[in-house]
């Protein structure tokens, strides 16, 4: 059993090194620079190794992108239970994603952009999946007479990806993330449920 415990030990750390180093090579050089090749030089270990944990590239990305959503859930959460007050949640929150997504770009690419089977809202939605809606709804929820919390949370979900990715594309003004954050969050605390 020892030796068992062991082999599956090795395995979980291979698995982990493989995808920090798809991240730290993303991060630095871009997805595309994310090869087999690369990360079996990288991480010395034949292009084999990985194929015995990874099917693909795109299994890799999509171990990172579960990673990152876990990682989003606690700096969400985080966010919110910092705030002072309920009515402050969701602007913390708000802030959080867009901070987030501006500091892990090639993360936030994992979890957004690349192509992956990953599925919000499916009985097979990996937890972490779901755990950052779930910071993000409960965020949501402060606001009064909200009716329809997870429409509201899908609605707010995709603005905030939409500013980011125009931001991030030099698509929208530089320095002016903050006032439309809050432009937007007045819209969602007004608008009719």
Same mark, same amino acid.
């Given at each position: #059993?020892? !030796?068992?415990?062991?082999?599956?030990?090795?395995?979980?750390?291979?698995?982990?090194?493989?995808?920090?180093?798809?991240?730290?090579?993303?991060?630095?050089?871009?997805?595309?620079?994310?090869?087999? %090749? *690369?990360?079996?030089?990288?991480?010395?270990?034949?292009?084999?190794?990985?194929?015995?944990?990874? $099917?693909? #590239? &795109?299994? !890799?990305? &999509?171990?990172?992108?579960?990673?990152?959503? $876990?990682?989003?859930?606690?700096?969400? *959460?985080?966010?919110?239970?910092?705030?002072?007050?309920?009515?402050?949640?969701?602007?913390?929150?708000?802030?959080?994603?867009? $901070?987030?997504?501006?500091?892990? @770009?090639?993360?936030?690419?994992? #979890?957004?952009? *690349?192509?992956?089977?990953?599925?919000?809202?499916?009985?097979?939605?990996?937890?972490?999946?779901?755990?950052?809606?779930?910071?993000?709804?409960?965020?949501?929820?402060?606001? @009064?007479?909200?009716?329809?919390?997870?429409?509201?949370?899908?609605?707010?979900?995709?603005?905030?990806?939409?500013?980011?990715?125009?931001? *991030?594309?030099? %698509?929208? %003004? @530089?320095?002016?993330?903050?006032?439309?954050?809050?432009?937007?969050?007045?819209?969602?605390?007004?608008? &009719?449920?």
């Amino acid at each position: #059993m020892a !030796i068992e415990d062991r082999r599956q030990r090795e395995r979980t750390a291979r698995r982990r090194l493989i995808t920090a180093t798809a991240r730290t090579l993303a991060e630095s050089e871009g997805w595309d620079a994310v090869t087999t %090749r *690369r990360l079996s030089a990288a991480i010395e270990y034949s292009q084999p190794v990985l194929y015995k944990h990874f $099917g693909s #590239m &795109e299994d !890799i990305v &999509e171990a990172v992108a579960v990673e990152g959503f $876990g990682e989003l859930a606690e700096t969400l *959460r985080a966010a919110r239970l910092g705030s002072a007050t309920p009515a402050d949640e969701l602007g913390r929150v708000a802030a959080a994603f867009s $901070g987030f997504a501006a500091e892990n @770009p090639a993360l936030y690419d994992a #979890m957004f952009t *690349r192509p992956t089977h990953l599925r919000f809202g499916a009985e097979d939605t990996p937890a972490p999946l779901a755990q950052a809606f779930g910071e993000l709804r409960e965020a949501v929820a402060t606001i @009064p007479a909200a009716r329809d919390i997870d429409t509201l949370t899908e609605v707010l979900w995709a603005a905030l990806h939409g500013l980011v990715m125009l931001g *991030r594309d030099d %698509r929208l %003004r @530089p320095g002016h993330n903050a006032d439309r954050i809050k432009v937007l969050l007045a819209q969602f605390r007004t608008a &009719e449920s």
